[in-house]
């Protein structure tokens, strides 16, 4: 096989964003020119000898910016210039000589085997010598990766990835350094683009490997990243994808299938639906679904069942939720209501609520409780009876 042929059966390219890192370009370039001379080198403002390097190779794609404007920015670049030349997948790699070339087959191989995917290189971060600030900062972005998205990688900061052109091609970006390398794979999975790991292998000699980041500015950046992606998680995603969830299979189809047939054992689901119950007649009113899908990530229970039993509270029935909540209230403290609650007006409920907000966050926190547990129970008691007489789905 020659070096053309390596990236011609997915018709892709390699782009090489790189910014002061003289040292070891020309060894990258001629790394990678070993498999394939469709090559994208996006120099990023540098002020050493890059320009003169990238000279040498007339036959590759070199694209000079003025200033350094971040990694992102140099990505997207090198994206845009890919699809201008009619690629359909684009190979990244660091230009500090950490990647082997060696590995780009390793890509291909995945694409043609599985299918359109969005690949990012496993570095193994728990061996010895990687760098410990490294390991950790991988783990803090799997852990938000799978928080945002509900995907599990081990690796999810490698700059060597392969990216589907055409897939991400109407997805909007916003970032424009280090952090768009994390909101791209994350609104990837949101599209439904598959985004898996692959072994690869990884240098550290810290006596020519030049790193740019900048713990604290562009630590700061990504946290803040993360904060804006949990929120839309929250407040968008989870809710979209379980409506079309309820949607698509209809109340039967989900009680049998995701509360019954689910894989977690009895006690999970039973504890998810209690959770669900519990936030949806606790007084959170607008932020009931925020709340419960953060606990049900955090106790590791069922997000579905516990989102959707948290809808307990639909709109026609939070009048009589909030009446039995005041009511119950003012029966424990002994101070019976006597404001007449007007049910013809939706909005009395508010006033009603200020003049006896005592009882109202005493009884719902009842109600709430009573309620988690007789569902929790009778939940656990129907699925383990259930478990030996499973239904059958037509």
């Known amino acids: 096989m020659t070096s053309n042929e390596v990236l011609a059966s997915i018709d892709g390219c390699v782009i090489i964003p790189t910014y ?67 690629f359909d997948y684009a190979i990244t790699i660091d230009s500090d000589g950490q990647h082997f070339p060696d590995d780009i087959p390793i890509f291909v191989r ?11 290189g496993d570095r193994n971060m728990e061996r010895d010598g990687i760098p410990g600030k490294s390991s950790f900062g991988n783990r803090f972005s799997n852990f938000w990766f799978r928080f945002e998205t509900g995907i599990s ?39 439904g ?52 969830t309820f949607r698509k299979k209809g109340f039967r189809r989900f009680f049998f299938e995701d509360l019954l047939h689910s894989d977690d054992p009895a006690w999970k689901k039973a504890s998810s639906v209690a959770l669900g119950v519990w936030i949806g007649l606790s007084p959170f009113w607008g932020f009931q679904t925020i709340i419960v899908l953060f606990l049900a990530v955090v106790l590791r229970l069922n997000k579905l069942i516990a989102f959707a039993f948290s809808n307990v509270s639909i709109p026609p029935l939070i009048p009589f939720i909030i009446y039995a909540c005041i009511q119950i209230g003012s029966f424990v403290v002994g101070s019976p209501t006597e404001t007449a609650f007007n049910w013809q007006e939706i909005d009395t409920y508010r006033p009603f609520i200020r003049q006896h907000l005592t009882e109202y966050l005493l009884g719902s926190t009842i109600l709430a409780t009573t309620g988690a547990g007789i569902f929790g129970l009778a939940s656990y008691f129907v699925l383990t009876w259930r478990s030996h007489h499973p239904p059958k789905i037509q």
């Open 153 to 191: 990688l081990s690796d999810t900061q490698s700059g060597f990835r392969l990216y589907p052109l055409n897939a991400l091609r109407n997805i909007r970006f916003y970032t424009s350094k280090f952090e768009f390398e994390i909101e791209v794979i994350v609104k990837a999975a949101w599209r």
């Open 20 to 86: 002061n890192n003289a040292k070891t370009l020309a060894r990258v370039l001629d790394g990678v020119r070993q498999y394939t001379v469709r090559i994208i080198v996006v120099n990023d403002g540098s002020t050493d000898d890059t320009p003169s390097i990238l000279a040498a190779y007339t036959d590759i794609t070199a694209i000079h910016l003025p200033h350094n404007k971040g990694k992102g920015h140099a990505l997207r670049t090198g994206f845009r210039e890919a699809e201008a030349q009619g």
């Open 193 to 244: 683009i598959p985004v898996r790991n692959v072994p690869i292998r990884v240098l550290y000699d810290p006596t020519e490997r030049v790193s740019h980041f900048r713990p604290f500015r562009d630590f700061t950046r990504i946290s803040i990243l993360n904060t804006w992606l949990v929120l839309v998680t929250l407040l968008y995603i989870r809710p979209r994808d379980y409506f079309r």
């Open 110 to 120: 995945a694409i043609e085997t599985e299918g359109m995917a969005l690949l990012i």
